[in-house]
């Protein structure tokens, strides 16, 4: 059974740049689709980025996509979000989610991924 741990979160100021990281244990993530949600107080769970199994196809949220790249890091069976230019709307909970085996493509939609990470802070000083 596939468990994902994030890390790389914290306080960072507007303009500036973040990697998160999404490390498995279980499976190889290169096998999985990957996603990334975030979720903010009072909001709902935002779609932010997801990459398909055995492919580098991506797909990103509309709000984010031209300061979001995921990506894979197979050495260390990891995906990784860098986001560019932060904003203070940045500031939430991060968390990766893999979908089921087999899955075929990308997501955007939260019910495609079964096992999700415990999400960690991310707070964009403004």
């Known amino acids: 059974q596939v468990q994902l741990i994030e890390s790389g979160g914290g306080l960072e100021p507007a303009g500036g740049s973040l990697k998160l990281s999404c490390a498995a244990s279980?499976?190889?993530?290169?096998?999985?689709?990957i996603g990334w949600f975030r979720q903010s107080p009072g909001k709902d769970r935002e779609f932010v980025a997801s990459?398909?199994?055995?492919?580098?196809?991506?797909q990103y949220g509309n709000s984010v996509r031209d300061r979001v790249t995921v990506s894979r890091d197979v050495a260390k069976n990891s995906v990784n979000l860098h986001i560019s230019n932060l904003k203070p709307d940045d500031t939430g909970v991060y968390s990766c989610?893999?979908?089921?085996?087999?899955?075929?493509?990308?997501?955007?939609?939260?019910?495609?991924?079964?096992?999700w990470g415990q999400g960690i802070q991310v707070t964009v000083s403004s």
């Open positions: 989610a893999a979908g089921p085996p087999g899955f075929v493509g990308t997501s955007s939609w939260s019910k495609s991924f079964t096992t």
């Open positions: 990459i398909a199994r055995n492919s580098n196809n991506t």
């Open positions: 279980g499976r190889a993530t290169s096998s999985l689709l």
